[in-house]
């Protein structure tokens, strides 16, 4: 192979790593869906990856080998139970996290006077209480324990139930999806040009042409293109998150030092933008109405019927925290759906019976049809089934 040759094979291997995208678990991840993927309505597909890499606590979503390299969205579910009693590091299964840490110790409020973000974690006292989706999730969430501790114990239940329901707040969410509609176009625009000048490189480098060649052509498209997507990748970083001062700086060396990364820029600016949002609330803002309705039917199996074990440990005051928070988050997201015209009963009719014979019965969490009287259902680690009436 010749050294050409070489070069062209190793940039189109970085190119495709590139087209991979580690995610924190308990990530809901929104990417666009072919070239409508840039924040148009209904442009976007939510997925749920769970846990795929355990020793790294992360997930790898793809996010796409060829342009228009539009945005990937992280979107965070509650990472922790809480209510007027404390803190629990413990959280039900829902869509993208299993259940968290096995025999969770509650914090009360008194020991969370002082609570840090460490990077997607939120820690206190040394402790671990949450992994969070990104550091805008984690600063968001340190800011709001150390507020209810902060607050007087009777004032605290309420605190939490604001809390739980700003994050469906939707005047917020599409402000912020304005915000990155805005900026990112121009962005797609140098960011994509960047692509198909590299990609003429590695073209060009596989066929006969020798580096000496082609560089001073190369040159004079790559240096406006690159320059370009390095001062627009760091002014609508700087826009969408003017606090994230160390992290646009990180971005703005990582594009400058490689342009394959840059290539990229568009989803290193957008991924966070959505902090603070309730996936399902993103969800409906972003995707088709059938791919928000099953979404939210999901999320509403999963919060009348969570996968088993669906209790965080045999002690109590754990359990009563874990049940309270719980409630919170169904009140929460069936008062949602009513606002948006959705009667949450109907969402979780029985599934179609599609002729079976009797007796049938179905999970009423993954919905999945048995024919069976009666039993359990394995993939849901033994939801109760429900027969037909
Ligand atoms: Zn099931």
Known sequence: MKE??????????????????????????????????????GGMAPDAPGEMLPALRASVVYASVLPPFGPVLALQP?????????VLPWIAPGPGRAAAAARPVLIPWDALRAVDAQGPLVVAGGREVALCVSEAESALLADLLERIAAAAPEARADAIRDAVRARYGRAAAESRIDAVRRR????????????????????????????RDVWPWFLAAFLPAHVTTVVLARRAHATLHPRAVSERRKLTWISALAPLTAVRA?????????AGTEPSAAVRVLCDEEAARRFAQRTLADLRTPAMPSEPSDDAAARRVAAWFHAELRAAHEEWLRAEGTDPDALLAPPERRGR????????RCRAVYELASGTCRDCGGVPLVAFA
């Open 4 to 41: 050409t040759e070489t070069l062209a094979l190793i940039l189109g291997v970085i190119h495709v790593w590139e087209s991979f995208v580690v995610v924190k678990n308990g990530s809901v991840v929104l990417r666009g869906a072919g070239v409508r993927g840039s924040l148009a309505r």
């Open 78 to 86: 509650w990472p922790l139970s809480m209510s007027a009693e404390g």
């Open 184 to 211: 990112l176009p121009a962005l797609l625009v140098a960011t994509n040009a960047l692509f198909v000048v590299l990609a003429a490189l590695v073209l060009a480098l596989a066929g006969v042409h020798a580096l």
């Open 266 to 274: 568009a989803q290193a600016v957008a991924r966070d933008a959505l």
């Open 357 to 364: 014979a009797s007796p049938a019965t179905y999970c009423p």
